[in-house]
């Protein structure tokens, strides 16, 4: 079980998620569960971090922002021990789970079970703070913000869990954002590949990172709410599972999941860049050196002259850094001129049923025309399609979308 920041936002919600564990060991259930910080204790963590020293020495910065996950692990051991429930907290050093890479973006290697294993069968309920680790040299390490998800899917995966319940403050993953469209609807099954792909194109609901290890170690994880009435059980929620298992449930597969859309998008555009051999490298190392992620990518046909335009997208928070890269590479590079903007967004259509059906990009470019919103770039894989517009009509797309794919509940949510 893992429950986020909103789920540990001070004693009453704690006691919420504390009886939510006590109905799975009075089910009979081995539990194991993984806790983020407080919402927005992360933040403040790493102002003070900030205020402390600009320049901050990343290995000292973990031994802060590790705080977070350490106080509600220890206040929810505590909860469970006020309820009657033997519970135990196991901070990332005690198991340990153990890192490689860098401090603040550490990955984890290995995870040493069996001290854990045995509290469990006896009964103890092992409350372990998302987000951290040890590295080799022993220190604390922590995995990059939202690293709790994935925290949480490499201890199922380390003790075989029969499952993995994320609860967060959604009860599960829905077509498209119910904020959006009133007639989106909650899925009972997706795949891991739909999952990652609707991650990884801007929904909220799993940090990317943790749908490709589950996918990898092959762990079922159910997303679902901690927000219920006391007393109550939460409701079902939705199931992310092979593509097999669907296929052994029979589930009726829909031709697309859902519609996902990124307002975190910038767009830089080169011009009259030397159409020769090695010319996009030039571009993209320099950013790939400043880890910055590229997405959309469209060099346009060549012009008369050997040259040809270069389109792409950047993170928004990355853009003033990529900018500064390329200016400073434009003898490098050869372009003309750099041209961006910031008022974009990504909208994404994501289903495996793509893969045995044509015409799914048509319907959307023929729903987006329709409405006049006008196409910037477009990207795809093999389950999914995006195009990048104008920031203002993301709403609006989204909407149209739902609604083309046949996606909207009979009844408004």
């Not at 890479?101 to 509290?119: C, M, Q, S, Y």
């Amino acid at each position: 079980m893992k429950f986020g920041g909103t789920s540990m936002a001070g004693t009453e919600r704690i006691r919420t998620v504390a009886a939510l564990v006590k109905r799975e060991v009075e089910a009979g259930n081995e539990v194991a569960v993984v806790v983020s910080a407080m919402a927005g204790e992360t933040d403040r963590l790493v102002q003070f971090c900030r205020e402390a020293n600009p320049l901050y020495d990343e290995a000292e910065y973990d031994v802060v922002v590790a705080s977070g996950e350490q106080v509600t692990s220890g206040l929810l051991a505590l909860t469970l021990q006020a309820m009657g429930v033997p519970a135990r907290s196991w901070l990332g050093w005690q198991l340990p789970i153990r890192t490689i890479e860098t401090h603040a973006k550490a990955r984890i290697t290995e995870i040493e079970t069996d001290a854990l294993i045995a509290a469990m069968k006896s009964g103890q309920v092992a409350v372990i703070p998302g987000f951290q680790g040890m590295m080799e040299d022993g220190r604390v390490s922590t995995l990059g913000r939202g690293g709790s998800d994935t925290s949480a899917v490499a201890v199922a995966a380390a003790v075989k869990a029969d499952r993995c319940d994320i609860y967060t403050d959604v009860d599960g993953v829905y077509t498209t954002d119910p904020r959006i469209v009133s007639r989106a609807r909650k899925l009972d099954y997706v795949t891991y590949e739909e999952m990652l792909e609707l991650a990884s194109v801007g929904a909220k609901v799993l940090q990317t990172r943790s749908v490709g290890l589950a996918m990898k170690m092959g762990v079922r994880v159910q997303v679902l709410s901690s927000f219920v009435e006391p007393g109550q059980a939460p409701k079902a929620g939705t199931l992310i599972v092979s593509d097999e298992e669907i296929e052994e449930l029979k589930m009726e597969r829909q031709l697309i999941t859902g519609i996902a859309y990124d307002k975190n998008e910038a767009k830089i555009i080169l011009t009259r860049v030397p159409d020769r051999p090695g010319a996009v490298a030039t571009i993209f190392k320099p950013l790939a050196d400043a880890a910055i992620n590229v997405d959309m990518i469209i060099q346009n046909v060549g012009r008369e002259k050997g040259e040809t335009d270069v389109t792409f997208t950047v993170p928004r928070a990355d853009l003033a850094r990529s900018l500064e890269i390329l200016e400073g590479g434009k003898d490098s590079i050869g372009y003309n001129r750099l041209l961006h903007e910031s008022g974009v967004a990504k909208v994404s259509v994501v289903g495996v049923g793509m893969k045995s059906h044509a015409g799914v990009a048509a319907t959307m470019f023929e729903a987006l025309a329709a409405r006049g919103i006008n196409i910037q770039a477009i990207s795809t894989s093999e389950i999914k399609v995006s195009v990048l517009i104008e920031e203002d009509y993301t709403e609006l797309a989204v909407r149209v979308l739902h609604t083309a794919y046949g996606l909207d509940a009979e009844e408004a949510a």
